[in-house]
């Protein structure tokens, strides 16, 4: 397994000229095949959109590796904590979520990231300021490659 990026998408362009709206829009479409958009009304599926907006954000698809780095781009990158990132996985539904998965394709991925983890680390200490995990929303009229020139945000090259 490598980390072989593809772009699947706009939003996985450094200067997407999509609004943050659109390039949502986008990846829910370009994934509708794996899930359907989810309805805030629960804690758990407010955390999901809050972390689509962060593969949106951070120019990162559904692989599984892309998952990865999506998770070390919300810890390093995010004002996330650690601890309310565990507390998410740790309800039933990120259990469930992990035993579909399933810990060796974890592990596997986990043995592929060091290079990744380290090109996230440098870039998220670039950045300007942390994304805001929960304050996404008065982005979302803006071109996506403006939010990521406020945050100063350099994405993993596909």
């Known amino acids: ?3 072989n990026r593809t772009r699947v998408a706009r939003f996985q362009e450094q200067d997407c000229s999509l609004t ?8 829910y479409t370009i994934n509708s095949h794996l899930f359907s958009r989810p309805d805030p009304k629960t804690p758990w599926t407010h955390l999901l959109v809050h972390h689509d907006i962060g593969h949106v954000f951070f120019g990162v698809n559904t692989s599984i590796l892309d998952e990865a780095a ?5 810890l390093m990158g995010t004002d ?3 601890r309310e990132y565990a507390a998410y996985v740790n309800t039933p539904e990120g259990k469930k979520l992990v035993k579909e998965i399933g810990p060796w394709l974890i592990i596997k991925s986990l043995m592929y990231s060091p290079p990744l983890i380290f090109k996230i680390f440098i870039r998220s200490r670039r950045m300007k300021k942390k994304w ?6 008065k982005h979302m009229n803006t071109p996506l490659g403006e939010v990521r020139r406020i945050y100063n945000l350099k ?4």
């Open 1 to 3: 397994m490598e980390f």
């Open 20 to 27: 943050l709206r659109e390039a949502v829009d986008e990846y």
């Open 70 to 74: 999506g998770d070390i781009w919300t």
């Open 80 to 82: 996330m904590t650690f």
């Open 132 to 137: 805001e995990s929960q304050g996404y929303e």
């Open 155 to 158: 994405i993993l090259e596909c």
